[in-house]
């Protein structure tokens, strides 16, 4: 069998009768008036970025896009530092401000 790439378990027969479950991790949060910034990545950008590191980065940016490429950028460039690689995918909103 291959290298495993979880990933893209999702539907593999062979993975799943080795024992590889593609059940996601998943936080449930209400979010509350003081949120500001949603952040969806794949674990890749957790292995390289604290949750705060994450959204400091964000936050620095007016643009969702220029937001997510840097939050990738510097997850990948801490996983280099770290001697580790991984497939690091991030999406980044802008929640709105309630009224």
Do not use: K
């Not at 449930?28 to 008036?33: F, G, K, R």
Request: glycine share 8%.
């Amino acid at each position: 069998m291959p290298g495993l790439v979880v990933t893209r378990s999702v539907g593999d027969e062979l993975a799943h009768s080795l024992g590889c479950l593609a059940d996601p991790e998943m936080l449930e949060i209400e979010l509350t008036s003081r949120d500001r910034i949603l952040i969806v990545a794949s674990d890749g950008v957790w292995d390289g970025l604290s949750n705060s590191r994450a959204i400091e980065i964000a936050a620095m940016y007016h643009s969702a896009a220029e937001a997510s490429r840097a939050v990738v950028n510097a997850a990948l460039e801490s996983l280099q530092r770290l001697g580790m690689g991984d497939n690091v995918t991030a999406v980044v909103t802008f929640l709105p401000v309630p009224i």
